[in-house]
């Protein structure tokens, strides 16, 4: 079974208050993230972000969906996230932030593995497309956020 490691950097126009609130409601990314059909909260956490449970389901560059939970294992305001995942995929990752000048760089961090069963067995043959469909799906992220944000000047 293929694990992949990806890595994305977003560099975002904006504060960091503004650009970690935004990746913190994760229950309004499918208003402004294309690719993101929707969130649904299935466990809250009280007067924490850490333990809270989403469902995710996306939709990709490809004609395939994935649906997964993310669970927020630990966070670092204005620094840190991490998560796991469980369902189409399986393992972790974690959110990056920092900021130089007036540019957020928010770099995401992913070791999954494909827990369909027929992404699983092509995997081995399909990764790279598997890899351009995700860096596909993380620009289009990016650029809708930097828009969002600017809409919000």
């Not at 929707?38 to 449970?53: D, F, T």
């Not at 957020?104 to 999954?112: A, G, P, S």
Request: hydrophobic share 40%; net charge positive; with cysteine.
């Amino acid at each position: 079974m293929t694990t992949f490691h990806l890595t994305s950097t977003w560099h975002i126009p904006a504060s960091i208050e503004s650009c970690w609130f935004s990746i913190l409601d994760v229950t309004a990314w499918p208003s402004w993230w294309k690719y993101v059909d929707q969130v649904i909260e299935i466990k809250s956490a009280h007067c924490s972000e850490n333990n809270k449970l989403h469902q995710y389901t996306w939709s990709t560059c490809l004609p395939y969906q994935l649906i997964f939970t993310l669970r927020a294992i630990s966070i670092i305001p204005y620094q840190l996230i991490t998560f796991e995942a469980r369902g189409d995929l399986i393992g972790n990752g974690c959110c990056k932030f920092s900021q130089k000048d007036n540019i957020v760089h928010i770099q995401f961090e992913w070791h999954v593995r494909t827990n369909k069963p027929w992404m699983s067995l092509i995997s081995t043959y399909c990764q790279p497309i598997f890899e351009w469909n995700h860096r596909r799906v993380m620009q289009s992220g990016e650029q809708s956020l930097i828009q969002r944000l600017n809409l919000r000047s």
